[in-house]
């Protein structure tokens, strides 16, 4: 598959929910955090106010799009992914994949994407969510977990380098242009007080 560059600029329109800015034309209930571990989900959606436990979201597995962690939001999803050569989906922390070298790509063709709305009463599950990406810098995100490694707060980080950091957010922002190309809803920011970016390139039609 051959991904788009994946180039981002300002929103020009912004609204600000909780002293935060994000896009002016999404609905806070849409709202959707995923990113790589240690990129501060936790904390954008404590300071947002919404749903506090985490949800697990398998984009391998048929109809996640009707999940039923998805019906409260907003809130931080963590998502599991196929990647080439694993046999079942697995998230960017699991041993499965950090403990393969080099670690392994994401097989998109895998991905299963919801029906495109026909009718007018059916749903339009493109537009249902927004999904926010964010995607600090490796190097903040290496520094962030080191400090909580020594704490042993969060098991995630029991492997942890720069190199597997940095690989980590390169497949969160692959799969935010993915996700982008192909119709949903998608911004991207490097932390909670940056702006919000979208992608520049054009989205699927029906």
């Known amino acids: 598959m051959i991904m788009p560059r994946g180039s981002t600029e300002a929103i020009a329109s912004l609204q600000i929910f909780k002293g935060i800015s994000f896009p002016g034309d999404i609905r806070f209930r849409q709202i959707l955090v995923t990113g790589p571990p240690g990129a501060g989900k936790s904390t954008l959606i404590m300071r947002l106010g919404g749903w506090?436990?985490?949800?697990?979201?398998?984009?391998?597995?048929?109809?996640?799009?009707?999940?039923?962690?998805?019906?409260?939001?907003p809130r931080e999803i963590h998502i599991g992914l196929p990647f080439v050569g694993l046999d079942e989906a697995v998230s960017v922390f699991d041993a499965q994949f950090l403990d393969r070298d080099p670690l392994p790509q994401v097989d998109f063709d895998r991905i299963m994407l919801p029906p495109r709305k026909r009718f007018i009463f059916t749903v339009d599950w493109y537009?249902?969510?927004?999904?926010?990406f964010l995607l600090p810098p490796a190097e903040l995100v290496f520094e962030r977990r080191q400090i909580r490694a020594r704490h042993s707060t969060h098991p995630v980080d029991a492997q942890l380098s720069l190199?597997?950091?940095?690989?980590?957010?390169?497949?969160?922002r692959q799969l935010a242009v993915f996700m982008h190309a192909q119709g949903f809803q998608v911004y991207v920011r490097e932390g909670i007080e940056?702006?919000?970016?979208?992608?520049?390139e054009p989205t699927a039609t029906p």
């Not at 506090?52 to 939001?73: F, M, P, Q, T």
């Open 52 to 73: 506090s436990e985490e949800g697990y979201l398998d984009l391998g597995r048929k109809h996640w799009w009707r999940s039923e962690i998805l019906a409260v939001r």
């Open 127 to 132: 537009r249902r969510y927004v999904f926010e």
């Open 163 to 172: 190199a597997i950091c940095a690989s980590q957010r390169e497949i969160f």
């Open 194 to 200: 940056n702006p919000p970016l979208h992608f520049v």
